[in-house]
Nanobody, 115 residues
Framework: QVQLVESGGGLVQPGGSLRLSCAAS????????MGWYRQAPGEQRELVAT???????HYADSVKGRFTFSGDNAKNTVYLQMNSLKPEDTAVYLC?????????WGKGTLVTVSS
């Protein structure tokens, strides 16, 4: 089992920045991909960014150039640096991991972009 705990969400004004963290624990050996997804009220869950164990990253077009996905292997933590935030970025952000073909999800952290 893999446990994922997100933190760092909150209220921010348009144009502002936030950094989300996702701490992984449990059976983390064998995780070959991690990602951030988001789900706005009444909307489907959508991919924000993913990173593979080889370090390859992929971003949704809507966040390219504004969001950066990074990781700290020593801390078993991944981060999502979000800059130039827009009201349409408002959503619950969920951390995701894949280990031996099994999907794991965190409970999410709420990001609200509003003036």
């Amino acid at each position: 089992q893999v446990q994922l705990v997100e933190s760092g969400g909150g209220l921010v004004q348009p144009g502002g920045s936030l950094r989300l963290s996702c701490a992984a624990s449990g059976s983390i050996f064998g995780i070959n991909a991690m990602g951030w997804y988001r789900q706005a009220p009444g909307e489907q869950r959508e991919l924000v960014a993913t990173i593979t164990s080889g370090g390859n990253t992929h971003y949704a077009d809507s966040v390219k150039g504004r969001f950066t996905f990074s990781g700290d292997n020593a801390k078993n933590t991944v981060y999502l640096q979000m800059n130039s935030l827009k009201p349409e970025d408002t959503a619950v952000y969920l951390c995701h991991a894949v280990r031996f073909g099994v999907n794991y999800w965190g409970k999410g952290t709420l990001v609200t972009v509003s003036s």
